[in-house]
């Protein structure tokens, strides 16, 4: 390369770096030497200045999954929500393709934005790349480097864990970069086990725990790993490779074995996990034994009918906070930084969640809803005194009818506030507060404070109403200039978790900014309290000694009870392991609902084959306004031949996409692909 090139590539890369909030080199494939030569040839200016290194790091930090984002518009949008029970998408097109992999048609040749594969192999290269060159960079003392390290240490452990939930067990790279002269043979990699997966990343976790700092110094570290990021990822981890599906219960899949014929998925149980499962959860606990984010009680926070011994302040019951606000304001912007929520171990600093709400917020906002909610999961929450919808009590019935006033807790009607409207169907009365934050139903009011005055729309003003004839309904979606036919709740239901007050598509209006957590404390008390279900004995993992401890089971637990304003499990719950398999698997879709837990859940549980092969039920949003009573007929959803669900054993993991299996003989693609 003549010198006069050289200067001007240097040139345009500084360029670049200068003019960009972090650095992207674009590269195919994360085995392409091509691309690989040129940042090799870069790199010695990156890592020789300290704002250059940053902005590296930043980059690597780019790859990590966005748990806002559902809708598949960006390489790190996550798909879990629209491909469980928890979700519908109403839409069936390239991009917007989950129902391709719900109704079992996806294709290994043909992926579209289900391909994460060179993606997350390129954010492992580029971490491999930081880790191993940071240390040139003098800029910055000793103590920085080696945070540095392990913030993209930590970065790396995540982007592997997320290839293993896409695609099940992956192959590890080497640690150094590949060489370019690294002849082709060294580079078919094959897929390592499960448990060698999950071994390497747990080592990688506990190596970022040793580097990285207690907590963020500043505002402006908001998104940066630190000890607790680690160790949440650490449990999630270690509690999945305990799970069934990897421990002993896979014999429908024993079929995917690597050349030597061993199976890449542990055949034997082994109670050992649980074990390692519980102890990481409590490395967390102890530091953190009650720490859910809560917002104090307000004029109007309602009275929650649990026992006397429970109306004790939080966390030692109900009392002092307002369940409401303290579920529904970590996710809708309201608790404005993460620094002040002590429940998030870790949140990505940016988030397409706004671009998703506009697929979840109702038509009356100038919004799609076209991504929507089952009927499973509205029957899935309690009523306000703990009991099932199927066991509702007299003071606080699931029954039929309207309600004849209006409801307001929790605020003001046309700000922060709760309003159940006059004329709403019952079965939405009475209900636990994580459903009012959760499920916008039909009749549901939206301040949506940001919409100018006269732009509020003159046929249903504030209100998402699902019948065909409204504004939100079927009709409308058939007949407006601009969308799309799909684009309306075919369930009757929709997502307002991530809605603030003030959000608004309508012209003039805007949307709250928000953050979205990955990783909270709420879970990692349920990875303790079900870790310590399968217990058979006392173990001891690292001087750290667990146990079924039934009165930490129950404090654990009723943490999430109480801060949602029900009443906790009792003592005959928890002796009872199979009552608390199901208790722990019901609040884990309740506390988690649109979070993607739930894709993973219910295959590491072995239920996905249940609840995915059940028909999509919702309300018959067919009916007009005028024949209200109809639309509460719950039905099957037909309103398009896509929207079922069905699993079988080849939906487990996503498959390789085909064109890396035919350059690479050594890399077992997932069986029925």
């Given at each position: 390369?003549?010198?006069?090139?050289?200067?001007?590539?240097?040139?345009?890369?500084?360029?670049?770096?200068?003019?960009?909030?972090?650095?992207?080199?674009?590269?195919?494939?994360?085995?392409?030497?091509?691309?690989?030569?040129?940042?090799?040839?870069?790199?010695?200016?990156?890592?020789?200045?300290?704002?250059?290194?940053?902005?590296?790091?930043?980059?690597?930090?780019?790859?990590?999954?966005?748990?806002?984002?559902?809708?598949?518009?960006?390489?790190?949008?996550?798909?879990?929500?629209?491909?469980?029970?928890?979700?519908?998408a109403g839409y069936k097109r390239n991009r917007h393709n989950?129902?391709?992999?719900?109704?079992?048609?996806?294709?290994?040749?043909?992926?579209?934005?289900?391909?994460?594969?060179?993606?997350?192999?390129?954010?492992?290269?580029?971490?491999?790349?930081?880790?191993?060159?940071?240390?040139?960079?003098?800029?910055?003392?000793?103590?920085?480097?080696?945070?540095?390290?392990?913030?993209?240490?930590?970065?790396?452990?995540?982007?592997?864990?997320?290839?293993?939930?896409?695609?099940?067990?992956?192959?590890?790279?080497?640690?150094?970069?590949?060489?370019?002269?690294?002849?082709?043979?060294?580079?078919?990699?094959?897929?390592?086990?499960?448990?060698?997966?999950?071994?390497?990343?747990?080592?990688?976790?506990?190596?970022?725990?040793?580097?990285?700092?207690?907590?963020?110094?500043?505002?402006?570290?908001?998104?940066?790993?630190?000890?607790?990021?680690?160790?949440?990822?650490?449990?999630?981890?270690?509690?999945?490779?305990?799970?069934?599906?990897?421990?002993?219960?896979?014999?429908?899949?024993?079929?995917?074995?690597?050349?030597?014929?061993?199976?890449?998925?542990?055949?034997?149980?082994?109670?050992?996990?649980?074990?390692?499962?519980?102890?990481?959860?409590?490395?967390?606990?102890?530091?953190?034994?009650?720490?859910?984010?809560?917002?104090?009680?307000?004029?109007?926070?309602?009275?929650?009918?649990?026992?006397?011994?429970?109306?004790?302040?939080?966390?030692?019951?109900?009392?002092?906070?307002?369940?409401?606000?303290?579920?529904?304001?970590?996710?809708?912007?309201?608790?404005?930084?993460?620094?002040?929520?002590?429940?998030?171990?870790?949140?990505?600093?940016?988030?397409?969640?706004?671009?998703?709400?506009?697929y979840a917020a109702p038509g009356v906002l100038n919004a799609?809803?076209?991504?929507?909610?089952?009927?499973?999961?509205?029957?899935?929450?309690?009523?306000?005194?703990?009991?099932?919808?199927?066991?509702?009590?007299?003071?606080?019935?699931?029954?039929?009818?309207?309600?004849?006033?209006?409801?307001?807790?929790?605020?003001?009607?046309?700000?922060?506030?709760?309003?159940?409207?006059?004329?709403?169907?019952?079965?939405?009365?009475?209900?636990?507060?994580?459903?009012?934050?959760?499920?916008?139903?039909?009749?549901?009011?939206?301040?949506?404070?940001?919409?100018?005055?006269?732009?509020?729309?003159?046929?249903?003003?504030?209100?998402?109403?699902?019948?065909?004839?409204?504004?939100?309904?079927?009709?409308?979606?058939?007949?407006?200039?601009?969308?799309?036919?799909?684009?309306?709740?075919?369930?009757?239901?929709?997502?307002?978790?991530?809605?603030?007050?003030?959000?608004?598509?309508?012209?003039?209006?805007?949307?709250?900014?928000?953050?979205?957590?990955?990783?909270?404390?709420?879970?990692?008390?349920?990875?303790?309290?079900?870790?310590?279900?399968?217990?058979?004995?006392?173990?001891?993992?690292?001087?750290?000694?667990?146990?079924?401890?039934?009165?930490?089971?129950?404090?654990?637990?009723?943490?999430?009870?109480?801060?949602?304003?029900?009443?906790g499990i009792t003592d005959a719950d928890v002796a009872n392991?199979?009552?608390?398999?199901?208790?722990?698997?019901?609040?884990?879709?309740?506390?988690?609902?649109?979070?993607?837990?739930?894709?993973?859940?219910?295959?590491?549980?072995?239920?996905?084959?249940?609840?995915?092969?059940?028909?999509?039920?919702?309300?018959?949003?067919?009916?007009?306004?005028?024949?209200?009573?109809?639309?509460?007929?719950?039905?099957?959803?037909?309103?398009?031949?896509?929207?079922?669900?069905?699993?079988?054993?080849?939906?487990?993991?996503?498959?390789?996409?085909?064109?890396?299996?035919?350059?690479?003989?050594?890399?077992?693609?997932?069986?029925?692909?």
């Open positions: 390369m003549t010198s006069k090139k050289i200067k001007t590539s240097l040139f345009a890369f500084l360029f670049v770096i200068l003019n960009s909030a972090g650095i992207t080199f674009q590269s195919c494939n994360f085995l392409d030497i091509d691309p690989y030569v040129a940042d090799l040839f870069t790199l010695d200016t990156v890592f020789a200045k300290k704002e250059y290194t940053q902005k590296y790091l930043n980059n690597v930090y780019s790859y990590l999954v966005d748990y806002g984002s559902p809708s598949a518009w960006t390489d790190n949008a996550q798909p879990w929500v629209l491909i469980s029970d928890e979700g519908v989950y129902n391709y992999f719900c109704n079992n048609e996806m294709k290994a040749e043909d992926l579209d934005h289900f391909d994460y594969w060179n993606y997350f192999y390129e954010g492992i290269r580029k971490a491999n790349t930081f880790i191993q060159r940071v240390n040139e960079c003098q800029e910055v003392s000793a103590l920085q480097r080696s945070e540095w390290i392990g913030q993209a240490t930590f970065v790396k452990a995540m982007i592997y864990f997320e290839l293993m939930l896409a695609y099940g067990p992956v192959p590890i790279v080497p640690d150094t970069p590949v060489d370019f002269d690294t002849p082709i043979d060294q580079m078919m990699v094959e897929r390592n086990t499960w448990d060698e997966c999950s071994d390497y990343v747990s080592a990688l976790l506990e190596e970022a725990i040793k580097l990285l700092p207690t907590q963020v110094r500043d505002n402006s570290e908001i998104g940066q790993a630190v000890k607790n990021s680690a160790l949440a990822v650490l449990s999630r981890l270690t509690l999945y490779t305990a799970s069934p599906l990897y421990n002993g219960e896979n014999s429908e899949i024993s079929d995917f074995i690597n050349n030597q014929g061993v199976p890449y998925l542990n055949p034997e149980k082994d109670i050992k996990k649980w074990a390692i499962a519980a102890a990481n959860a409590k490395r967390l606990v102890d530091i953190k034994p009650n720490d859910l984010y809560t917002v104090p009680k307000m004029e109007n926070t309602p009275t929650f009918p649990v026992t006397a011994a429970e109306q004790g302040d939080f966390p030692d019951g109900v009392g002092g906070i307002d369940p409401y606000h303290s579920y529904i304001d970590m996710f809708n912007g309201e608790c404005v930084l993460a620094s002040s929520n002590r429940e998030i171990l870790f949140s990505r600093q940016s988030t397409g969640i706004n671009g998703m709400n506009k799609w809803n076209v991504f929507f909610v089952p009927q499973s999961l509205v029957d899935a929450y309690y009523m306000a005194d703990g009991r099932t919808i199927n066991n509702a009590s007299e003071a606080y019935p699931y029954e039929e009818g309207y309600t004849n006033t209006d409801l307001v807790f929790s605020g003001e009607k046309n700000s922060n506030g709760f309003t159940l409207l006059s004329g709403t169907h019952k079965w939405y009365a009475n209900r636990e507060m994580r459903f009012y934050a959760t499920i916008a139903f039909n009749n549901s009011y939206f301040p949506s404070t940001s919409t100018p005055p006269d732009k509020v729309d003159q046929q249903d003003g504030k209100v998402a109403k699902y019948f065909s004839d409204s504004k939100s309904g079927r009709d409308y979606a058939l007949n407006r200039p601009q969308g799309e036919a799909e684009e309306y709740p075919m369930t009757g239901y929709l997502c307002r978790k991530f809605l603030h007050y003030e959000d608004s598509w309508i012209s003039g209006g805007r949307q709250k900014t928000k953050y979205c957590p990955a990783y909270r404390m709420a879970e990692v008390y349920l990875n303790y309290v079900e870790a310590m279900n399968e217990l058979d004995q006392a173990y001891t993992i690292n001087d750290i000694t667990v146990t079924r401890n039934t009165s930490e089971m129950k404090r654990c637990f009723n943490l999430i009870r109480y801060r949602a304003g029900l009443p392991v199979e009552r608390m398999r199901e208790l722990i698997a019901r609040e884990r879709q309740i506390e988690f609902a649109w979070e993607g837990r739930r894709y993973h859940d219910l295959r590491r549980t072995k239920k996905a084959i249940i609840y995915e092969n059940a028909p999509v039920m919702g309300c018959d949003v067919s009916a007009t306004e005028a024949e209200k009573d109809k639309f509460y007929n719950i039905i099957q959803v037909k309103e398009r031949d896509w929207i079922y669900k069905v699993f079988t054993r080849r939906q487990t993991f996503f498959p390789i996409p085909k064109s890396e299996v035919d350059k690479n003989p050594n890399l077992d693609q997932m069986p029925g692909f």
